[in-house]
């Protein structure tokens, strides 16, 4: 099965900035579409000195800034209704 790439930033400031909502957000997905996911976390995702605000994702290769919860859950889904 094709899995979807998902890498949610846990450093201090994306984690501060809604990175810890996010990572609840993903961990209480409903089976059916955590199993199309692959999951990991990481310390930095280079947010450098962009204009971007922070938390960070990246899914599949793309990294996409300012990430609710919300809009996390809408990413994923149409992530694997794209790929999938
Ligand atoms: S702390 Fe999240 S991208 Fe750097």
């Known amino acids: 099965m094709k899995k979807v790439?998902?890498?949610i930033c846990v450093g201090t400031m994306c984690y501060v900035m809604g990175g810890a909502e996010l990572r609840d957000?993903?961990?209480s997905l409903p089976q059916n579409?955590?199993?199309?996911l692959n999951v990991s976390y990481s310390p930095?995702?280079?947010c450098g000195k962009g204009?971007?605000?922070?938390?960070?994702?990246?899914i599949n290769?793309?990294?996409?800034a300012g990430v609710s919860k919300n809009s996390l859950?809408?990413?994923?889904k149409e992530e694997?209704?794209?790929?999938?």
């Open 5 to 7: 790439n998902l890498k």
């Open 25 to 27: 957000a993903v961990e």
């Open 33 to 36: 579409i955590l199993e199309h």
């Open 44 to 46: 930095c995702l280079e």
């Open 51 to 58: 204009e971007q605000a922070p938390p960070f994702i990246e």
């Open 61 to 64: 290769g793309k990294r996409i």
């Open 73 to 76: 859950i809408q990413i994923v």
């Open 80 to 84: 694997i209704r794209n790929v999938v």
